[in-house]
């Protein structure tokens, strides 16, 4: 009998998927990678998607230990400020975050009172940190790339990968984001390829035409092996760059990259408002 219960939450207008990892032995569970709803055109934000995770953990029982984020989202806001208030929980990151942090505290010309030491996160993880999720074992694996400090979390037989890798039709997510590596992406994919063939990928994205059609945002580590049409195979470093930029070639940075990531690096926090509950985010121009 499986010790963990996996339950996939889709958010359709930025394609992300969430999850709720529950320790069934404990009844403890983590969330993955939560989304806030946010209308760019209006600024509204809005808790739909949160709040039918934190329901779904009070019809079961289950007690929320952690919010756990696979990286610093640039296409959606993350709800762990949201659920930490609702609902408990500790927050974590990777620790190279605070590389993300020092890079946009620049970008976006943020004050003094921004410290770019992590401080907005509960914990900070390092590579092959071991952490526990009631009774279970959460391996930590800083897997880069897609961003500076992109994590995965390796639970039971089952590793989340956030944007590391796309489940196998799709290939690969881009290396758009400021200081990304297409290079170091493949390593970081080895790296997840060479845990066990049997063990199960979910992937941190999914396009709505093939989540309508099927719900699967779960791979293995023998199907990314056979059929990933980027990183299938014994493909070359050099190859995978090629095919990599081949299938990202013409693609535009993500719309919401700049306001998302304001507050993704403050750990879902809205910036300091400025007045009685008035928050601004700041656009900066000719960046890139």
Same mark, same amino acid.
């Given at each position: ?8 939450? +889709? ?5 992300? @998927? ?37 329901? +779904? ?13 696979? =990286? ?88 989340? @990968? ?24 493949? =390593? ?28 699967? @945002? ?11 049409? @980027? ?16 299938? =990202? ?40």
């Amino acid at each position: 009998m499986s010790k963990i219960r996996i339950d996939p939450f +889709y958010h359709p207008s930025s394609h992300s @998927v969430s999850y709720v990892v529950t320790d069934l032995a404990s009844r403890q569970s983590a969330i993955i990678d939560p989304v806030l709803d946010f209308d760019i055109a209006s600024g509204k934000i809005t808790t739909v998607l949160a709040d039918s995770m934190i329901d +779904y953990l009070d019809s079961n029982g289950y007690e929320l230990e952690w919010i756990l984020e696979t =990286h610093a989202h640039c296409d959606h806001i993350s709800a762990a400020c949201y659920i930490k208030q609702k609902r408990g929980g500790s927050t974590g990151i990777g620790e190279h975050i605070t590389k993300v942090q020092h890079m946009f505290k620049r970008i976006l010309n943020l004050d003094d009172s921004f410290h770019c030491n992590g401080e907005q996160f509960d914990q900070l993880f390092v590579d092959e940190e071991l952490i526990k999720l009631g009774h279970l074992d959460v391996h930590i694996m800083h897997t880069p790339g897609h961003t500076p400090a992109c994590v995965s979390y390796l639970i039971e037989d089952a590793v989340f @990968v956030g944007d590391v890798i796309a489940s196998p039709d799709i290939g690969t997510v881009s290396a758009d984001f400021p200081n990304s590596s297409a290079a170091t992406l493949y =390593h970081s994919i080895q790296k997840i390829l060479a845990l066990p063939n049997s063990t199960r990928v979910f992937v941190g994205h999914q396009p709505q035409t093939a989540w309508t059609q099927s719900n699967i @945002v779960e791979t293995s580590i023998l199907a990314q092996k056979r059929t990933n049409r @980027v990183v299938g195979g014994k493909i070359s470093l050099d190859e995978f760059i090629q095919l990599h930029q081949e299938q =990202h070639q013409g693609t535009s940075m993500p719309s919401l990259l700049l306001p998302a990531i304001q507050l993704n690096i403050r750990a879902g926090h809205l910036p300091p408002p400025e007045g009685e509950d008035n928050y601004f985010l700041k656009i900066p121009l000719n960046q890139w």
